[in-house]
């Protein structure tokens, strides 16, 4: 599987925009860039995911750069209830599984 | 969006004995689902992959004669834990994914299960 990075930490402010890094150099051109967030002792909860054009949903936008080898996940307001652990996964198309990587871990400042 | 359950929430047995943990998925068919195992402070790590009505494909590294699991039907996988021991409390999390859905189709995760051996 394609590795992702992402920093270890971000904190941010109560209804400020909030723009979460990932950088994945060795993406290859079957690799869908998936989002997944973890609020705590929960399972982890679908955010976004895309392929080459950035994505809206209700949740959040998703930046994908144009050579793909990054992408952002973008929280338009955060409240405090998006504080969470996020990640970013490569998924190959066809591919079954999703395989995690570190996160980050997001804290919103009331 | 669609629903993944996991029974029991929480589960403190004693050491070696057996606990077992059932993943449903409530409005929609799986005929794979996936048992992931999280410690504390880490991330998910994937144990193995459930496949309805076949064996199941477990990562590198996972006793399968430990973490049996079985997938009898397209709602329902279970994951025991046999002879458990303290080493094996952890937080375990079961995903499912829609057959119905295209080839990126969302995965649902449940909201897992939290295992104490004493």
């Known amino acids: 599987d394609a590795k992702t990075t992402q920093p270890n930490s971000m904190e941010s402010n109560e209804e400020e925009p909030v723009h979460l890094p990932c950088n994945h150099s060795t993406i290859s051109g079957t690799d869908y860039i998936h989002w997944y967030r973890q609020l705590p002792s929960q399972g982890p909860e679908y955010v976004i995911h895309?392929?080459?054009s950035n994505v809206n949903n209700r949740m959040a936008s998703l930046a994908i750069a144009e050579d793909r080898k990054s992408s952002t996940l973008i929280l338009h307001r955060a409240t405090l209830r998006d504080a969470a652990v996020y990640y970013c996964?490569?998924?190959?198309?066809?591919?079954?599984?999703?395989?995690f990587g570190q996160g980050t871990r997001l804290t919103i400042n009331p | 969006g669609a629903v993944v359950s996991q029974h029991p929430s929480w589960v403190i047995c004693k050491s070696g004995t057996s606990v077992k943990i059932e993943c449903r998925s409530l409005d929609f068919q799986a005929t794979t689902m996936f048992w992931y195992r999280q410690f504390p402070k880490q991330s998910l790590m994937l144990m193995a992959t459930s496949n309805e009505g076949s064996k199941a494909t477990y990562e590198q590294g996972v006793e399968k004669d430990k973490f049996l699991i079985n997938h009898a039907s397209l709602t329902l996988s279970t994951l025991t834990v046999t002879s458990a021991h303290p080493e094996d409390s952890s937080f375990y999390i079961c995903?499912?994914?829609?057959?119905?859905?295209?080839?990126?189709?969302?995965?649902?995760f449940g909201p897992g299960t939290r295992l104490l051996v004493l």
């Open positions: 995903s499912a994914r829609d057959q119905v859905a295209g080839a990126q189709e969302t995965q649902y």
């Open positions: 996964i490569l998924r190959q198309r066809g591919a079954q599984k999703l395989v």
């Open positions: 895309g392929l080459t």
